[in-house]
Nanobody, 124 residues
Framework: QVQLVESGGGLVQAGDSLRLSCAAS????????MGWFRQAPGKEREFVAG????????YYADSVKGRFTISRDNAKNTVYLQMNSLKPEDTAVYYC?????????????????WGQGTQVTVSS
């Protein structure tokens, strides 16, 4: 059974940085793509960043390009989201996700397994 556990959320001020972690278990982690999504109050869940199993070129939502960096450590079965220059509009619950397939894009339907989420709050 695939399990994803996020950590690293918190309350920060605008301009600060945070690093989220997602620990995966239950299958061969390195074979599958990983993604981060977020959901702000009253809004739909949206894609933030993704990374393929081979590492390769990460892909990002336009709203976070240049500020967020996704990376993975296959030896630790962990994916990270480094968030710099945080803005109040980045406030959301952040979810880690992975796919049952070896390819995934930016759509929620591409991902089959989800973590419980970690809250990120950015004050102005």
């Amino acid at each position: 059974q695939v399990q994803l556990v996020e950590s690293g959320g918190g309350l920060v001020q605008a301009g600060d940085s945070l690093r989220l972690s997602c620990a995966a278990s239950g299958r061969t982690f390195s074979t599958y793509p990983m993604g981060w999504f977020r959901q702000a109050p009253g809004k739909e869940r949206e894609f933030v960043a993704g990374i393929r199993w081979s590492g390769g070129t990460p892909y990002y939502a336009d709203s976070v390009k240049g500020r967020f960096t996704i990376s993975r450590d296959n030896a630790k079965n962990t994916v990270y989201l480094q968030m710099n220059s945080l803005k109040p509009e980045d406030t959301a619950v952040y979810y880690c996700a992975t796919s049952a397939r070896t390819v995934a894009g930016m759509a929620q339907r591409d991902y089959d397994y989800w973590g419980q989420g970690t809250q990120v709050t950015v004050s102005s």
